[in-house]
């Protein structure tokens, strides 16, 4: 085990379906400093066999994040932990190579594969199973979508983040937090769950093994090794899945607070020491992902600033420019619109032609004509703001009921939490006290993770304690220099 005394900083990576980033914790006597280092976009390919990821453009990118960390952390760095979104996987070949660019989540190939499976095991029994929200962006019904195209299921895959962790010279494993959102995963065991595999038909030998969080599974090895600061640098997997490192990142103590983790996604609930796959959790969809240290993250998908991203990115293309900040100063002060949108249609969650899909909900709504200025960027980014916080309150309303809390608190974390409109709107619909955290909440987790597992090692059953990372993340926060802006973008 390292000694935290050796003051060796740490790397955080945080893959991002947008943006990825990887971050430098560096100890100086009592104090800590967190940088962003380096920042690199992300995006999908729409390509002629479905929407991918550039995964060699995301393995350079970290590449090149990770050799400006070692020409700053002179005293060397002690260990590496990657993080990034859930259910999007790399298939690997007889060598451990990547057989192709991986699919990304948004690609509709998982419609019929969805349908397909629901007639072999019905949604109530894959959640009582597994306790997962049915989303048929889920790992399941890709690797199904997989085996229908004619893709070998015996053929390995990763996630993602442990994914970039195995180029890195880890060994190839799925850890516990990530692997419960691939809806494979038994509820009881936290082990694969061998119905599934069987009904569905794919292959459990295909299946990387299940390691808890907080796990070193690796040193850092190829060119990168070869760096000075980098020798014996160890690989630990963090809560792999980015909202289960952002939670456990969180100081909040007792049971009155739920939280949304606000970004792409927006993550929606509570945290319980026991998982809840009652009939009405069910029925809402809720889900009890793997957390830290043995907890679950009771919690819900709903859409995120995604949508606005993409009315952005739509705007730009009709030639009408607007930055975000611009965006959401413009609608500061205007009023509630009359009608709201389903912002979890979906229509909503593929890419591409947001605003008409925008127009067809507010013309079923009634909107006379949904007319061009009712689409004015202002007025939409109203409505996409009023309808996000009406959706947070029903599913906090949700979680109050079903979980028998009673919430006063709600913290904010991720990318959104800086969002000062959307949380004074969330604060108004919910009745709850607002708490903005940290905009690297996530990265701020990873740290914390890496940091418990080096001084106290991981427990084999649930990893690292979440009593030890909270610690570890309290005083990440409370003692840190700063927390500087990336060097290049």
């Known amino acids: 085990m390292m000694r935290l005394s050796q003051n060796k900083a740490l790397v955080a990576v945080d893959l991002g379906a947008q943006s990825c980033r990887v971050s430098l914790l560096r100890f100086h006597q009592d104090n800590s400093h967190v940088e962003i280092v380096h920042r690199f976009r992300n995006s999908p390919m729409v390509t002629s066999t479905g929407v991918r990821w550039d995964i060699e453009a995301i393995l350079e990118g970290v590449h090149a994040g990770l050799r400006l960390c070692a020409g700053i952390a002179t005293e060397g760095i002690a260990a590496i932990g990657v993080d990034g979104w859930a259910v999007d996987y790399v298939r690997l070949d007889e060598d451990g190579k990547q057989i192709a660019n991986p699919f990304c989540y948004r690609d509709e190939r998982t419609i019929s594969a969805e349908t397909e499976i629901h007639q072999i095991l019905s949604p109530a029994r894959l959640y009582s199973l597994t306790g997962i929200q049915l989303l048929r962006i889920n790992t399941l019904y890709q690797l199904y979508a997989d085996q229908r195209a004619g893709i070998d299921p015996a053929k390995r895959w990763l996630n993602l983040p442990e994914f970039v962790t195995y180029r890195l010279g880890g060994r190839p494993v799925a850890e516990y937090t990530n692997a419960t959102h691939t809806q494979l ?7 694969w769950c061998g119905e599934i ?18 796990t070193i599974v690796g040193t850092i090895r190829g060119d990168l090794s ?18 289960a490192s952002a939670i456990a990142a969180i100081p909040a103590s007792g049971d009155d607070w739920g939280f949304i983790s606000s970004g792409t996604w927006s993550l929606v609930g509570t945290v319980l020491k026991t998982p809840c796959a009652s009939e009405d959790a069910q029925k809402m969809n809720f889900t009890n992902l793997g957390g830290v240290g043995g907890t679950f993250c009771f919690l ?6 995604w949508l606005l991203q993409q009315c952005l990115e739509e705007w730009e293309s009709q030639g009408s420019f607007w930055t975000m900040h611009e965006l959401l100063q413009a609608c500061a002060t205007l009023a509630a619109p009359a009608v709201r949108i389903d912002v979890d249609d979906p229509e909503l969650l593929v890419p591409g032609k947001v605003l008409g899909k925008i127009r067809t909900q507010l013309q079923r709504a009634g909107v006379a004509g949904a ?15 009023h309808s996000l916080a009406a959706r947070y309150a029903e599913v906090l309303d949700a979680v109050a009921r079903i979980t028998g809390k009673r919430l006063r608190r709600l913290f ?35 740290f914390a993770i890496q940091m418990a597992a080096l001084a106290g090692g991981c427990d084999d059953a649930i990893g690292v304690s979440a009593a030890a990372v909270a610690k570890w993340a309290e005083k990440i926060s409370m003692r840190s220099l700063a927390f500087s802006a990336n060097r290049q973008s």
């Open 371 to 385: 007319s061009a200025d009712i689409l004015d960027p202002r007025m939409v980014t109203n409505l996409i703001l």
């Open 412 to 446: 904010i974390v991720g990318g959104g939490s800086q969002n000062v409109l959307l949380n004074r709107l969330t604060a108004q619909r919910t009745g709850l006290e607002v708490i903005a955290g940290a905009a690297e909440c996530t990265t701020i987790g990873n």
């Open 226 to 243: 070869e760096l000075t600061a980098f020798r014996q640098t160890r690989l630990i997997v963090p809560a792999c899945h980015d909202t």
């Open 300 to 305: 819900k998908n709903v859409n995120g600033m």
């Open 185 to 191: 995963v038994d509820l009881a065991s936290k082990r």
């Open 197 to 214: 595999f069987q009904f569905t038909g794919l292959e459990r030998k295909a299946a990387p093994e299940i390691v808890p969080t907080g």
